[in-house]
């Protein structure tokens, strides 16, 4: 499911972008609407391939799993299709942080009247990445080998940038969404803030 949401909010950004590149006065950014359409449409693709790539993994690791267990080829097959089940998401999550930034460069760019949908694309990515995080980490609780402080290393430079993109990408949409009602403040009272870096 991490790969469809993040696919949806690849899908998002391009559509903001195509919608802005119809419309006048936009004329001067169609190059700059082009490229971040292109590239959305491309990682929507990508991410999409990821489903089926995704249930395709876990059935080779349920048909090691199922190995009888005096086989002395089963510990390796399980550990090699543990991996392969990592690197799907593993994969899903480090596409996030380019999908939000797509999303942030539309709504930086693109039509005002769609700003809350690149804001949606950008949430979108945000939860993919949260889920493909969580999917990699409950994966390598499996897995023994030296294979696993790489991909746990991967997935949790990934997964900072995510959240740090995410973070400053609903900011600006939120505070160009605010400025339009003459606030900059939320219905609780406080300015939007960039969270600082995780420890």
């Given at each position: 499911m991490s790969a469809l949401a993040a696919s949806m909010g690849a899908a998002l950004a391009a559509m903001v972008a195509v919608i802005?590149?119809?419309?006048?006065?936009?004329?001067?950014?169609?190059?700059?609407?082009?490229?971040?359409?292109?590239?959305?449409?491309?990682?929507?693709?990508?991410?999409l391939s990821a489903v089926d790539?995704?249930?395709?993994?876990?059935?080779?690791?349920?048909?090691a799993i199922r190995m009888p267990k005096d086989d002395p080829a089963r510990d390796a097959a399980i550990a090699n299709a543990t991996v392969?089940?990592?690197?799907?998401p593993l994969g899903v999550l480090e596409c996030c942080p380019e999908v939000m930034?797509?999303?942030?460069?539309?709504?930086?760019?693109?039509l005002q009247a769609s700003l809350s949908d690149a804001g949606v694309g950008g949430q979108m990515a945000r939860a993919a990445a949260a889920?493909?995080?969580?999917?990699v980490c409950i994966n390598?609780?499996?897995?023994?080998?030296?294979?696993?402080?790489s991909l746990l290393d991967r997935a949790d430079k990934a997964w900072l940038e995510s959240q740090q993109l995410?973070?400053?990408?609903?900011?600006?949409?939120?505070?160009?969404?605010?400025?339009?009602?003459?606030?900059?403040?939320s219905a609780l009272g406080t300015t939007f803030r960039t969270p600082t870096p995780l420890s």
């Open positions: 802005s590149h119809t419309k006048k006065g936009f004329e001067s950014k169609h190059d700059k609407l082009d490229t971040i359409a292109i590239r959305a449409q491309r990682l929507k693709d990508q991410l790539a995704d249930t395709a993994a876990f059935d080779r690791l349920l048909e392969t089940a990592t690197e799907v930034e797509l999303c942030r460069e539309v709504a930086r760019i693109g889920g493909a995080y969580q999917n390598l609780a499996n897995l023994a080998d030296d294979r696993r402080a995410h973070a400053r990408a609903e900011e600006e949409i939120l505070t160009k969404l605010r400025d339009a009602l003459g606030t900059r403040h």
